[in-house]
């Protein structure tokens, strides 16, 4: 299915500096989508964006425009054309 994800905030940097992917994702929730991105979009430091099963503290999902915390997080299940947004809300100073 096809799926658009976006990184901002930062964790482009993660992603080889590029914002915007429209990515084949095989299909599955949240969960799987992370493992996926992880394995298939991030470039380096893989550490910087996941934590255990689910993205790292500091990094805000958004599901076509809504807080993933409102859509159940990681059960989510992923449709078609969604657009699902990591924003890193941690700087440096």
């Known amino acids: 299915m096809r799926v658009k994800v976006e990184f901002s ?3 482009e940097l993660l992603a080889g500096n590029v914002r915007q992917h429209q990515v084949d994702f095989p299909g599955g929730n949240m969960k799987a989508l992370l493992a996926w991105v992880r ?3 991030i470039t380096e430091r893989h550490e910087l964006f996941m934590q255990g099963d689910s ?3 500091g990094i805000l999902v958004l599901v076509n425009d809504t807080d993933w915390e409102l859509l159940d997080e990681l059960a989510y299940q992923v449709q078609e054309n969604d657009s699902i947004v990591f924003i890193s809300t941690l700087h440096g100073g």
């Open 55 to 57: 993205v790292r503290p």
């Open 39 to 41: 394995d298939h979009v």
């Open 9 to 11: 905030g930062g964790a």
